[in-house]
Protein backbone atom coordinates (compact mmCIF):
# COMPACT_ATOMS: atom_id res chain seq x y z
CA UNK A 1 0.00 0.00 0.00
CA UNK A 2 1.43 3.72 -0.81
CA UNK A 3 0.79 6.03 1.55
CA UNK A 4 1.29 9.46 2.76
CA UNK A 5 1.28 10.46 6.55
CA UNK A 6 0.85 14.25 7.09
CA UNK A 7 2.88 15.83 10.19
CA UNK A 8 0.69 16.13 13.26
CA UNK A 9 1.46 20.20 12.70
CA UNK A 10 -0.45 20.11 9.75
CA UNK A 11 -2.42 22.05 8.89
CA UNK A 12 -4.34 22.48 12.60
CA UNK A 13 -1.90 24.79 13.88
CA UNK A 14 -2.23 26.76 11.40
CA UNK A 15 -5.93 27.35 12.13
CA UNK A 16 -6.24 30.97 13.06
CA UNK A 17 -8.24 31.02 16.37
CA UNK A 18 -11.54 33.15 16.05
CA UNK A 19 -9.96 36.49 17.83
CA UNK A 20 -7.32 36.49 14.83
CA UNK A 21 -10.08 36.05 12.11
CA UNK A 22 -9.22 38.56 9.45
CA UNK A 23 -11.87 41.07 8.94
CA UNK A 24 -13.16 39.89 6.44
CA UNK A 25 -13.56 36.35 7.30
CA UNK A 26 -15.62 38.18 10.29
CA UNK A 27 -17.71 39.83 8.09
CA UNK A 28 -18.30 36.90 5.84
CA UNK A 29 -19.54 34.75 8.57
CA UNK A 30 -21.91 37.53 10.28
CA UNK A 31 -23.16 37.66 6.94
CA UNK A 32 -23.61 34.03 6.11
CA UNK A 33 -23.07 32.21 9.48
CA UNK A 34 -22.75 28.79 10.43
CA UNK A 35 -25.84 26.73 9.41
CA UNK A 36 -24.97 23.52 10.46
CA UNK A 37 -24.43 21.65 7.95
CA UNK A 38 -21.09 21.38 8.09
CA UNK A 39 -19.83 19.40 11.26
CA UNK A 40 -16.97 17.87 11.55
CA UNK A 41 -16.42 14.00 10.08
CA UNK A 42 -17.13 11.13 12.45
CA UNK A 43 -17.07 8.22 11.02
CA UNK A 44 -16.44 6.21 7.39
CA UNK A 45 -17.31 7.66 4.45
CA UNK A 46 -17.28 6.94 0.78
CA UNK A 47 -17.55 8.63 -1.93
CA UNK A 48 -16.81 9.26 -5.51
CA UNK A 49 -13.98 12.78 -5.06
CA UNK A 50 -12.60 13.63 -2.17
CA UNK A 51 -11.47 17.49 -2.44
CA UNK A 52 -9.36 18.66 0.60
CA UNK A 53 -9.54 22.55 1.07
CA UNK A 54 -12.36 24.77 1.51
CA UNK A 55 -10.81 27.75 0.03
CA UNK A 56 -11.29 29.05 -3.30
CA UNK A 57 -9.14 26.30 -5.22
CA UNK A 58 -11.61 23.54 -3.40
CA UNK A 59 -14.97 24.79 -3.53
CA UNK A 60 -14.65 25.91 -7.38
CA UNK A 61 -13.07 22.04 -8.32
CA UNK A 62 -16.01 20.68 -6.35
CA UNK A 63 -18.79 22.32 -8.46
CA UNK A 64 -16.21 22.31 -11.38
CA UNK A 65 -16.62 18.17 -11.30
CA UNK A 66 -20.40 18.08 -10.35
CA UNK A 67 -21.34 20.94 -13.37
CA UNK A 68 -19.45 18.44 -16.38
CA UNK A 69 -20.09 15.09 -14.53
CA UNK A 70 -24.14 15.87 -12.19
CA UNK A 71 -24.49 12.99 -10.05
CA UNK A 72 -20.71 12.84 -8.58
CA UNK A 73 -20.66 11.90 -4.91
CA UNK A 74 -18.77 14.47 -3.71
CA UNK A 75 -17.26 14.94 0.31
CA UNK A 76 -15.22 18.00 0.73
CA UNK A 77 -13.38 18.11 4.01
CA UNK A 78 -11.48 21.37 5.55
CA UNK A 79 -9.30 21.54 8.79
CA UNK A 80 -10.54 25.16 9.56
CA UNK A 81 -13.61 26.60 8.13
CA UNK A 82 -14.13 27.39 4.02
CA UNK A 83 -12.37 30.22 4.15
CA UNK A 84 -10.52 30.40 6.81
CA UNK A 85 -6.84 30.03 5.03
CA UNK A 86 -5.62 32.21 2.12
CA UNK A 87 -9.01 32.67 0.49
CA UNK A 88 -10.36 34.70 3.36
CA UNK A 89 -6.92 36.66 4.04
CA UNK A 90 -6.17 37.86 0.59
CA UNK A 91 -6.13 40.94 -0.54
CA UNK A 92 -9.25 40.35 -2.73
CA UNK A 93 -7.67 41.32 -6.56
CA UNK A 94 -9.56 39.63 -9.01
CA UNK A 95 -6.92 40.24 -12.23
CA UNK A 96 -6.15 37.78 -15.38
CA UNK A 97 -2.65 36.66 -15.89
CA UNK A 98 -1.10 38.89 -18.01
CA UNK A 99 0.89 40.56 -16.03
CA UNK A 100 2.45 37.04 -15.69
CA UNK A 101 2.82 36.00 -19.64
CA UNK A 102 6.71 36.27 -19.80
CA UNK A 103 6.18 33.04 -17.45
CA UNK A 104 3.66 31.37 -19.61
CA UNK A 105 5.48 32.33 -22.36
CA UNK A 106 8.28 30.35 -21.31
CA UNK A 107 6.18 27.26 -20.00
CA UNK A 108 4.15 26.92 -22.52
CA UNK A 109 5.13 28.71 -26.00
CA UNK A 110 3.22 31.88 -26.98
CA UNK A 111 -0.51 29.99 -28.22
CA UNK A 112 -0.89 28.32 -24.69
CA UNK A 113 0.40 31.49 -23.27
CA UNK A 114 -2.08 33.58 -25.18
CA UNK A 115 -4.80 31.12 -24.67
CA UNK A 116 -4.49 30.86 -20.64
CA UNK A 117 -3.99 34.85 -20.75
CA UNK A 118 -7.63 35.10 -22.44
CA UNK A 119 -9.21 32.11 -20.16
CA UNK A 120 -7.85 33.96 -17.35
CA UNK A 121 -9.34 37.62 -18.27
CA UNK A 122 -12.76 35.22 -19.05
CA UNK A 123 -12.58 33.93 -15.50
CA UNK A 124 -12.61 37.85 -14.17
CA UNK A 125 -15.84 38.40 -15.91
CA UNK A 126 -17.17 34.21 -14.94
CA UNK A 127 -16.41 35.21 -11.04
CA UNK A 128 -18.47 38.47 -10.98
CA UNK A 129 -21.47 36.67 -13.21
CA UNK A 130 -21.57 33.70 -10.89
CA UNK A 131 -21.29 35.60 -7.86
CA UNK A 132 -24.37 37.55 -9.00
CA UNK A 133 -26.19 34.80 -10.30
CA UNK A 134 -26.51 33.36 -6.71
CA UNK A 135 -26.30 35.82 -4.57
CA UNK A 136 -22.89 36.47 -3.07
CA UNK A 137 -22.49 40.09 -2.29
CA UNK A 138 -18.75 40.10 -2.69
CA UNK A 139 -18.42 43.63 -2.92
CA UNK A 140 -16.78 43.95 -6.03
CA UNK A 141 -16.32 47.03 -8.17
CA UNK A 142 -14.79 46.86 -11.59
CA UNK A 143 -11.36 48.87 -11.84
CA UNK A 144 -8.05 48.95 -13.87
CA UNK A 145 -4.83 47.22 -11.58
CA UNK A 146 -1.64 49.01 -11.95
CA UNK A 147 1.89 47.75 -12.28
CA UNK A 148 3.54 50.63 -10.65
CA UNK A 149 7.07 51.88 -10.43
CA UNK A 150 7.00 53.22 -6.52
CA UNK A 151 10.72 54.72 -6.71
CA UNK A 152 13.15 55.40 -9.68
CA UNK A 153 15.18 52.40 -9.29
CA UNK A 154 11.48 50.29 -10.26
CA UNK A 155 10.71 52.01 -13.68
CA UNK A 156 10.50 49.89 -16.74
CA UNK A 157 10.17 46.71 -14.93
CA UNK A 158 7.48 45.44 -16.82
CA UNK A 159 9.04 46.21 -19.86
CA UNK A 160 9.64 43.01 -21.13
CA UNK A 161 6.37 41.93 -20.49
CA UNK A 162 5.43 44.09 -22.47
CA UNK A 163 7.56 43.28 -25.12
CA UNK A 164 6.59 39.88 -25.03
CA UNK A 165 2.42 40.58 -25.14
CA UNK A 166 3.38 42.64 -28.37
CA UNK A 167 5.36 39.80 -30.14
CA UNK A 168 2.60 37.46 -29.26
CA UNK A 169 -0.04 40.29 -31.05
CA UNK A 170 -1.82 41.20 -27.82
CA UNK A 171 -1.71 44.39 -26.09
CA UNK A 172 -4.35 44.25 -23.19
CA UNK A 173 -1.40 46.33 -21.10
CA UNK A 174 -1.54 50.16 -21.28
CA UNK A 175 1.69 51.85 -20.15
CA UNK A 176 1.22 55.37 -19.10
CA UNK A 177 3.01 58.34 -17.83
CA UNK A 178 4.74 58.90 -14.46
CA UNK A 179 2.13 61.71 -13.80
CA UNK A 180 -1.14 60.08 -14.88
CA UNK A 181 0.07 57.42 -12.58
CA UNK A 182 0.24 59.82 -9.66
CA UNK A 183 -2.96 61.33 -10.32
CA UNK A 184 -5.05 58.03 -10.41
CA UNK A 185 -4.46 57.36 -7.07
CA UNK A 186 -3.28 61.22 -5.05
CA UNK A 187 0.85 59.92 -4.58
CA UNK A 188 3.71 61.59 -5.63
CA UNK A 189 6.09 58.46 -4.99
CA UNK A 190 4.90 56.85 -8.61
CA UNK A 191 7.49 56.96 -11.47
CA UNK A 192 5.44 55.00 -14.26
CA UNK A 193 3.17 52.63 -14.64
CA UNK A 194 0.97 50.06 -16.65
CA UNK A 195 -2.71 49.62 -16.55
CA UNK A 196 -4.70 46.44 -16.96
CA UNK A 197 -8.19 47.63 -17.47
CA UNK A 198 -10.16 43.96 -17.17
CA UNK A 199 -9.54 43.78 -13.70
CA UNK A 200 -11.41 44.14 -10.21
CA UNK A 201 -11.70 44.12 -5.97
CA UNK A 202 -13.79 42.30 -3.97
CA UNK A 203 -14.47 41.02 -0.68
CA UNK A 204 -12.83 37.87 -0.47
CA UNK A 205 -13.83 35.44 2.29
CA UNK A 206 -17.94 36.53 1.19
CA UNK A 207 -17.07 34.67 -2.28
CA UNK A 208 -15.39 31.92 -0.22
CA UNK A 209 -18.40 31.17 2.08
CA UNK A 210 -20.59 31.92 -0.89
CA UNK A 211 -19.25 29.16 -2.81
CA UNK A 212 -19.46 27.09 0.23
CA UNK A 213 -23.40 27.45 0.25
CA UNK A 214 -23.51 27.08 -3.46
CA UNK A 215 -21.94 23.76 -3.24
CA UNK A 216 -23.97 22.73 -0.21
CA UNK A 217 -27.19 23.76 -1.79
CA UNK A 218 -26.02 21.03 -4.94
CA UNK A 219 -25.48 18.34 -3.10
CA UNK A 220 -22.02 18.37 -1.90
CA UNK A 221 -21.15 17.33 1.47
CA UNK A 222 -18.34 19.49 3.32
CA UNK A 223 -17.06 18.78 6.28
CA UNK A 224 -15.44 21.41 8.13
CA UNK A 225 -13.28 21.69 11.15
CA UNK A 226 -11.92 17.86 9.84
CA UNK A 227 -7.91 17.93 9.12
CA UNK A 228 -6.17 15.69 6.70
CA UNK A 229 -3.88 13.36 8.92
CA UNK A 230 -2.74 11.06 5.76
CA UNK A 231 -3.18 9.68 2.66
CA UNK A 232 -3.32 6.00 1.56
CA UNK A 233 -3.96 3.69 -1.31
CA UNK A 234 -5.65 0.96 -0.91
CA UNK A 235 -5.94 -2.73 -2.63
CA UNK A 236 -8.49 -2.28 -6.00
CA UNK A 237 -6.67 1.43 -6.70
CA UNK A 238 -9.12 3.49 -4.07
CA UNK A 239 -7.47 6.17 -1.80
CA UNK A 240 -8.77 6.69 1.41
CA UNK A 241 -8.33 10.02 3.13
CA UNK A 242 -7.73 9.67 7.28
CA UNK A 243 -8.77 12.67 9.16
CA UNK A 244 -8.51 12.80 13.15
CA UNK A 245 -12.09 11.33 14.24
CA UNK A 246 -12.85 9.60 10.21
CA UNK A 247 -12.14 8.64 7.11
CA UNK A 248 -13.35 9.15 3.39
CA UNK A 249 -12.30 6.39 1.15
CA UNK A 250 -12.37 7.95 -3.02
CA UNK A 251 -11.77 6.88 -6.45
CA UNK A 252 -10.22 10.35 -6.54
CA UNK A 253 -8.71 12.50 -4.40
CA UNK A 254 -8.07 16.13 -4.73
CA UNK A 255 -5.28 18.28 -2.81
CA UNK A 256 -6.61 21.86 -2.86
CA UNK A 257 -4.00 22.93 0.32
CA UNK A 258 -1.95 25.97 -1.15
CA UNK A 259 1.08 25.96 1.21
CA UNK A 260 0.44 23.23 2.71
CA UNK A 261 1.16 21.04 -0.38
CA UNK A 262 4.84 21.68 0.49
CA UNK A 263 5.18 18.67 3.10
CA UNK A 264 3.77 16.55 -0.19
CA UNK A 265 6.56 14.37 -1.80
CA UNK A 266 9.09 16.92 -3.62
CA UNK A 267 6.73 19.73 -3.82
CA UNK A 268 8.82 21.56 -1.21
CA UNK A 269 11.35 22.24 -3.80
CA UNK A 270 8.91 23.98 -6.41
CA UNK A 271 7.85 26.85 -4.06
CA UNK A 272 8.46 28.74 -1.06
CA UNK A 273 6.12 30.06 1.92
CA UNK A 274 6.48 33.82 2.85
CA UNK A 275 4.33 36.26 5.01
CA UNK A 276 2.21 39.03 3.92
CA UNK A 277 1.30 42.01 6.22
CA UNK A 278 -1.93 43.65 5.59
CA UNK A 279 -3.30 46.52 7.06
CA UNK A 280 -6.99 47.91 6.97
CA UNK A 281 -7.66 51.49 7.47
CA UNK A 282 -11.68 52.15 9.05
CA UNK A 283 -13.61 54.43 6.19
CA UNK A 284 -11.60 57.43 5.06
CA UNK A 285 -13.81 58.06 1.89
CA UNK A 286 -12.79 62.13 2.60
CA UNK A 287 -9.43 61.57 2.91
CA UNK A 288 -9.26 59.67 -0.38
CA UNK A 289 -11.57 62.07 -2.21
CA UNK A 290 -9.17 64.57 -1.08
CA UNK A 291 -6.06 63.17 -2.82
CA UNK A 292 -7.87 62.31 -5.85
CA UNK A 293 -8.56 57.99 -5.55
CA UNK A 294 -12.24 57.54 -5.94
CA UNK A 295 -12.25 54.92 -8.15
CA UNK A 296 -11.54 51.00 -7.79
CA UNK A 297 -7.60 51.17 -9.18
CA UNK A 298 -5.91 48.97 -7.53
CA UNK A 299 -1.83 48.95 -7.23
CA UNK A 300 1.11 46.73 -6.86
CA UNK A 301 4.30 48.58 -7.02
CA UNK A 302 7.34 46.96 -8.86
CA UNK A 303 9.67 46.28 -5.62
CA UNK A 304 10.89 43.15 -4.84
CA UNK A 305 9.01 42.62 -1.72
CA UNK A 306 5.97 44.69 -3.43
CA UNK A 307 3.51 46.85 -1.80
CA UNK A 308 0.02 46.75 -2.77
CA UNK A 309 -2.69 49.30 -1.94
CA UNK A 310 -6.21 49.57 -2.75
CA UNK A 311 -9.52 51.31 -1.45
CA UNK A 312 -13.13 49.11 -0.81
CA UNK A 313 -16.48 50.02 -1.37
CA UNK A 314 -17.00 52.14 1.90
CA UNK A 315 -13.93 53.99 1.49
CA UNK A 316 -11.15 52.12 3.46
CA UNK A 317 -7.41 52.29 2.31
CA UNK A 318 -5.79 47.98 2.66
CA UNK A 319 -1.94 48.51 2.53
CA UNK A 320 0.05 45.31 2.44
CA UNK A 321 3.74 44.09 1.60
CA UNK A 322 4.93 40.89 0.87
CA UNK A 323 7.87 39.04 2.09
CA UNK A 324 7.79 39.86 5.61
CA UNK A 325 9.27 36.49 6.77
CA UNK A 326 10.24 33.06 5.74
CA UNK A 327 8.70 30.06 6.62
CA UNK A 328 11.02 27.68 8.12
CA UNK A 329 10.86 24.02 6.65
CA UNK A 330 7.16 22.56 5.45
CA UNK A 331 5.34 23.50 8.97
CA UNK A 332 5.79 27.06 7.88
CA UNK A 333 2.17 27.97 6.85
CA UNK A 334 1.15 27.40 9.93
CA UNK A 335 3.52 29.77 11.62
CA UNK A 336 2.49 32.79 9.45
CA UNK A 337 -0.51 33.77 10.62
CA UNK A 338 -1.59 36.95 13.30
CA UNK A 339 -0.21 39.86 13.63
CA UNK A 340 1.97 41.69 11.29
CA UNK A 341 5.87 40.39 11.38
CA UNK A 342 6.99 43.68 10.43
CA UNK A 343 4.71 46.56 11.19
CA UNK A 344 6.96 49.02 11.24
CA UNK A 345 8.55 48.24 7.84
CA UNK A 346 4.48 48.14 6.63
CA UNK A 347 3.98 51.30 8.34
CA UNK A 348 7.46 53.25 6.16
CA UNK A 349 5.97 51.92 3.13
CA UNK A 350 2.62 53.28 3.82
CA UNK A 351 4.19 56.91 4.79
CA UNK A 352 6.56 56.87 1.58
CA UNK A 353 3.64 56.17 -0.79
CA UNK A 354 1.07 57.49 0.57
CA UNK A 355 1.84 59.99 2.82
CA UNK A 356 -1.49 61.85 3.23
CA UNK A 357 -3.46 58.63 4.29
CA UNK A 358 -0.52 57.60 6.66
CA UNK A 359 -2.48 58.79 9.86
CA UNK A 360 -5.80 57.26 9.14
CA UNK A 361 -7.26 54.98 11.99
CA UNK A 362 -6.73 51.40 11.82
CA UNK A 363 -9.15 49.00 11.91
CA UNK A 364 -7.43 45.73 11.42
CA UNK A 365 -3.77 44.54 10.50
CA UNK A 366 -2.54 40.75 10.22
CA UNK A 367 -0.11 38.64 8.63
CA UNK A 368 -0.61 35.21 6.44
CA UNK A 369 1.24 32.64 4.25
CA UNK A 370 2.02 32.92 0.60
CA UNK A 371 3.13 30.05 -1.30
CA UNK A 372 5.45 30.88 -4.59
CA UNK A 373 6.33 28.37 -7.34
CA UNK A 374 9.79 28.29 -8.68
CA UNK A 375 8.04 30.15 -11.87
CA UNK A 376 5.98 32.16 -9.78
CA UNK A 377 2.66 30.09 -12.01
CA UNK A 378 0.43 27.40 -10.31
CA UNK A 379 0.90 23.85 -11.06
CA UNK A 380 -0.78 20.47 -10.70
CA UNK A 381 -0.17 16.82 -11.04
CA UNK A 382 -0.84 13.75 -9.46
CA UNK A 383 1.39 12.18 -6.97
CA UNK A 384 3.79 9.32 -7.40
CA UNK A 385 3.26 8.05 -4.05
CA UNK A 386 -0.58 7.82 -4.16
CA UNK A 387 -1.66 8.15 -7.86
CA UNK A 388 -5.21 8.70 -6.98
CA UNK A 389 -4.65 12.31 -5.24
CA UNK A 390 -4.33 14.94 -7.80
CA UNK A 391 -2.97 18.35 -6.27
CA UNK A 392 -2.60 21.74 -7.27
CA UNK A 393 -0.89 25.10 -5.57
CA UNK A 394 1.70 27.50 -6.06
CA UNK A 395 -0.61 30.65 -6.80
CA UNK A 396 2.24 32.86 -6.24
CA UNK A 397 -0.07 35.79 -4.79
CA UNK A 398 -2.27 35.66 -7.15
CA UNK A 399 -4.85 32.86 -6.50
CA UNK A 400 -8.39 34.41 -6.77
CA UNK A 401 -8.84 34.36 -10.23
CA UNK A 402 -6.61 31.58 -11.40
CA UNK A 403 -8.18 29.43 -8.94
CA UNK A 404 -10.85 29.14 -11.31
CA UNK A 405 -8.66 28.15 -14.33
CA UNK A 406 -7.11 25.36 -11.46
CA UNK A 407 -10.37 24.15 -11.20
CA UNK A 408 -10.43 23.50 -14.83
CA UNK A 409 -7.36 21.95 -14.68
CA UNK A 410 -7.88 19.50 -11.68
CA UNK A 411 -11.78 18.02 -12.92
CA UNK A 412 -9.98 17.41 -15.99
CA UNK A 413 -7.36 15.22 -14.19
CA UNK A 414 -10.04 13.63 -11.63
CA UNK A 415 -12.71 12.78 -14.65
CA UNK A 416 -9.88 11.22 -17.10
CA UNK A 417 -10.56 13.96 -19.90
CA UNK A 418 -7.89 14.79 -22.30
CA UNK A 419 -8.08 18.38 -22.87
CA UNK A 420 -6.65 21.52 -23.26
CA UNK A 421 -6.61 21.47 -19.44
CA UNK A 422 -5.15 18.58 -18.27
CA UNK A 423 -2.38 19.06 -20.88
CA UNK A 424 -2.06 22.76 -20.29
CA UNK A 425 1.11 24.50 -19.13
CA UNK A 426 0.06 24.26 -15.64
CA UNK A 427 1.04 20.55 -16.20
CA UNK A 428 4.58 20.60 -17.31
CA UNK A 429 7.04 19.10 -15.10
CA UNK A 430 9.01 21.98 -13.55
CA UNK A 431 12.92 21.64 -13.56
CA UNK A 432 13.90 24.55 -11.86
CA UNK A 433 14.06 23.60 -7.63
CA UNK A 434 14.95 25.61 -4.22
CA UNK A 435 17.40 24.06 -1.80
CA UNK A 436 15.47 22.55 0.80
CA UNK A 437 16.21 22.38 4.63
CA UNK A 438 18.29 22.63 6.37
CA UNK A 439 19.51 25.32 3.72
CA UNK A 440 16.33 27.20 2.59
CA UNK A 441 15.69 28.76 5.72
CA UNK A 442 19.37 30.03 6.86
CA UNK A 443 19.64 31.19 3.42
CA UNK A 444 16.67 33.24 3.58
CA UNK A 445 17.74 34.86 6.81
CA UNK A 446 21.01 36.03 4.89
CA UNK A 447 19.96 37.34 1.80
CA UNK A 448 17.06 39.07 3.50
CA UNK A 449 19.08 41.94 5.09
CA UNK A 450 20.78 42.65 2.23
CA UNK A 451 17.23 42.94 -0.03
CA UNK A 452 16.10 45.26 3.03
CA UNK A 453 19.21 47.00 2.44
CA UNK A 454 18.88 47.75 -1.40
CA UNK A 455 15.33 48.05 -1.04
CA UNK A 456 16.23 51.16 1.39
CA UNK A 457 18.43 52.33 -0.87
CA UNK A 458 16.59 52.60 -4.46
CA UNK A 459 13.47 53.96 -1.86
CA UNK A 460 15.71 57.12 -1.31
CA UNK A 461 17.21 57.07 -4.53
CA UNK A 462 20.63 56.31 -3.83
CA UNK A 463 22.62 53.86 -5.98
CA UNK A 464 23.35 50.88 -4.85
CA UNK A 465 26.74 49.37 -5.06
CA UNK A 466 27.55 46.20 -7.55
CA UNK A 467 27.93 43.40 -4.27
CA UNK A 468 25.12 44.81 -2.61
CA UNK A 469 23.03 43.98 -6.04
CA UNK A 470 25.15 40.82 -6.28
CA UNK A 471 24.02 39.54 -3.09
CA UNK A 472 20.27 39.51 -4.28
CA UNK A 473 20.17 38.61 -7.36
CA UNK A 474 17.99 35.94 -6.95
CA UNK A 475 14.60 35.95 -8.60
CA UNK A 476 12.21 38.75 -7.52
CA UNK A 477 9.03 36.51 -7.64
CA UNK A 478 10.30 34.83 -4.18
CA UNK A 479 9.74 37.93 -2.46
CA UNK A 480 6.42 38.95 -4.23
CA UNK A 481 2.49 39.43 -3.31
Known amino acids: MND ?5 AWPRHGVPAPERRTPWLRDALAAEPDDGRTPPLAGELDCDVCVVGGGFTGLWTALEILRRAPGTDIVLIEADICGGGASGANAGYLMP ?28 DDILAFADEHGIDIEYRRGPWMWAASSPAQRGSWQSTLEDLHRAGIEPLRQISAA ?77 INAWAGQLEDLG ?19 LAEVGWTDATSVCDSRRRLNYYRTTPDGRLLFGKGGAG ?119 LLA ?9 REDSGRTVPPLLKRLVSVDPSMFRL
Not at 111 to 121: K, L, P, Q, V, Y
Not at 270 to 279: E, F
Open 269 to 287: RRMVTVASDTVLTRPVPEA
Open 97 to 124: MWARFSSLLALGGPEEARRIGEASAQAV
Open 180 to 256: EARSAIGTRSHYGAVLDPGCATLQPAKLARGLRRVALDAGIRVHERTPLTALRTEPGGRTRAYTTYGSVRADQVVLA
Open 326 to 444: VAYGHHGPSTLWGQPLRPGELRRQLARILPDLASAPVDAAWTAPVEYSVTSLPFAGRLKSVPGASYATGYSGDGVGPSRLMAKVLASMVLGVDDEWSRSAFTHPLSAWIPSEPLRYPGS
Open 4 to 8: IVLSS
Open 448 to 456: LPALRAVER
